[in-house]
């Protein structure tokens, strides 16, 4: 069987698209087994380059690179069954460097074997696959000829080529055709190598008058070159959270993104950058780590800063495409503020004998976080209450201070109190050289008279006392009065209301006595005057 050559050349007239200075992404060459010293293997066609800044180098010291490209042994070269591979870079002026595979194939010449004469067996070898690229996103016009297919027996017969696979009759179809005639091989419009990054189908030659298969099929792949036209993304949410005043080089959080174009190469290098808030944070260039800058950060005076960042592919070259978003960092609260006092002292009152009783609302001010431990307070007395008459909550509500007398002070013994209430958050303090604060009150202890009345229920009751003392005596006095009465009357049938007289009643002679007797047993129809 005779052998298929691929030609690349022809690749090079549709790379204009591409950036300065490029280079195919590798490079497939028939090669002897033996290459010879002074043998030319490849010549490197660059594209966009600076031509009298390029340099162009070879990584294999077996070969040396001339400056029109041309890639020359410099020793006997053994190319194995697996060929043999080397790079070359390429750098101008832009100081972007540029690299190339070249893969060295070893040629397999076909074996002959004659039945008779003028006969032709199929030859039988190891297929092999020489691959192709093209660029992505081509503007040019098409169809675009990108190979040109040549057959040994093309010598000897008069034959045809057809393709069939990826691009041509399967999915995505439209994508390639074939001159049957001259085995050239055409683009057909743009490819996308972010949908579809390689296509792959099979060559095959047949006799045009026999229709008989003069070769095995040939495999062969057409690779995507990547060109960057895909701008890097964003990956999840840019919302950070940092503790106000943490120390300078704390991470905030990490910048993700991503880029469709090829990996490995500087079209998905990314750099990342801080547009604007680089005055208080810093990112990481490679990796988008977000650091503080400095320990000021204050919540009290700001919490929430805003930063734009950039992100640029081509590891932040000035054609490198880009992408911004803003990142938003809130500072997270630490008890770095005491309670204050509204006043520095308080002066109350209370009488001798009073107790469970509030005396005193103390309210202070907290800038920390509203209704956290930060912010919540706890008062504590903490001078002139040793024998314990005084107690002090906090307010859940509004967070005061409430001072209670809970039990009677004597003014005989005592009559001023010097307090000294102490204002604390349930939190400790973190990151401030403040301490907590103190203020004085002074309690004035008044003396209660012995005569005095206390309006309370007891007041009223001491008040009411003589007032009911006299109503019950004069209930008595009459119901005395009543029942006295009642024993002087005579209750007889038919005399009902009359006074019975009895004759041995003395009258003294010094009265006017008017009397009607009546007979033993009767009664007296008038009334005696004395």
């Not at 030319?40 to 009298?52: F, I, L, S």
Request: hydrophobic content about 40%; aromatic content about 8%; charged content about 20%.
């Amino acid at each position: 069987m005779g052998k298929l050559l691929i030609s690349s050349t022809y690749l090079m007239l549709i790379l204009s698209c591409v950036e300065s200075c490029f280079l195919l992404r590798s490079l497939y060459v028939i090669v002897p087994e033996i290459i010879p010293p002074g043998y030319q293997v490849a010549k490197v066609e660059t594209v966009g380059c600076d031509a009298k800044s390029v340099q162009l180098t070879v990584k294999d010291p077996s070969f040396t690179i001339k400056s029109n490209g041309a890639v020359v042994a410099l020793t006997s070269v053994s190319v194995g069954e697996r060929g043999r591979i080397f790079s070359v870079s390429a750098r101008d002026n832009s100081g972007l460097e540029r690299k190339m595979e070249v893969h060295l194939v070893r040629s397999t010449m076909p074996k002959r074997h004659r039945r008779g004469q003028g006969s032709l067996n199929r030859s039988k070898r190891r297929a092999c696959r020489f691959p192709t690229s093209v660029v992505e996103n081509y503007e040019g016009n098409y169809p675009i000829l990108l190979e040109k297919l040549v057959s040994e027996p093309s010598a000897s017969h008069d034959m045809y080529f057809t393709i069939e696979g990826e691009g041509v009759d399967t999915y995505p179809t439209g994508v390639f055709s074939i001159d049957r005639d001259t085995g050239d091989l055409f683009l057909l419009k743009a490819v996308d190598r972010e949908e579809f990054p390689a296509y792959n189908f099979v060559v095959r030659v047949f006799d045009k008058h026999t229709n008989v298969e003069l070769e095995e099929e040939f495999p062969l792949r057409v690779f995507v070159d990547d060109v960057n036209d895909n701008a890097p993304e964003f990956v999840g949410p840019l919302q950070f959270t940092v503790p106000e005043h943490c120390s300078a080089g704390t991470v905030v959080g990490v910048v993700s993104a991503t880029d469709r174009d090829r990996i490995y190469t500087d079209h998905v290098k990314i750099k990342y950058t801080l547009v604007s808030g680089s005055d208080m944070f810093a990112i990481h260039p490679e990796t988008g780590v977000i650091t503080t800058t400095t320990n000021t950060l204050d919540r009290e005076l700001k919490d929430n800063h805003v930063v734009t960042v950039k992100i640029q592919d081509m590891n932040g070259a000035p054609n490198g495409l880009f992408a911004t978003s803003t990142a938003t960092i809130a500072l997270s609260d630490i008890n770095d503020n005491p309670p204050a006092f509204m006043k520095s002292s308080y002066n109350v009152t209370v009488q001798e004998d009073e107790s469970e009783k509030l005396l005193l609302r103390i309210p202070v001010q907290d800038k920390d976080l509203i209704n956290t431990s930060n912010w919540m307070s706890k008062f504590v007395i903490t001078k002139g209450n040793e024998n314990g008459n005084f107690r002090i909550v906090t307010d859940p509500q509004t967070n005061e201070g409430l001072l209670y007398i809970s039990k009677p002070l004597d003014y005989e013994k005592t009559n001023d109190v010097q307090l000294q209430i102490t204002a604390q958050n349930v939190a400790s303090l973190n990151g401030s050289s403040a301490t907590w604060q103190s203020i004085p009150v002074n309690v004035n202890v008044e003396k209660v008279d012995a005569g005095s009345v206390s309006f309370g229920l007891l007041g009223i009751m001491t008040m009411l006392c003589p007032v009911v003392l006299l109503l019950m005596l004069f209930l008595l006095l009459a119901f005395f009065c009543l029942t006295k009465r009642e024993k002087l009357q005579l209750n007889e049938p038919g005399n009902t209301g009359r006074i019975p007289l009895i004759s041995n009643i003395d009258v003294p002679g010094d009265s006017a006595k008017l009397i009607q007797m009546g007979t033993k047993g009767q009664y007296a129809d008038d009334i005696i005057h004395f």
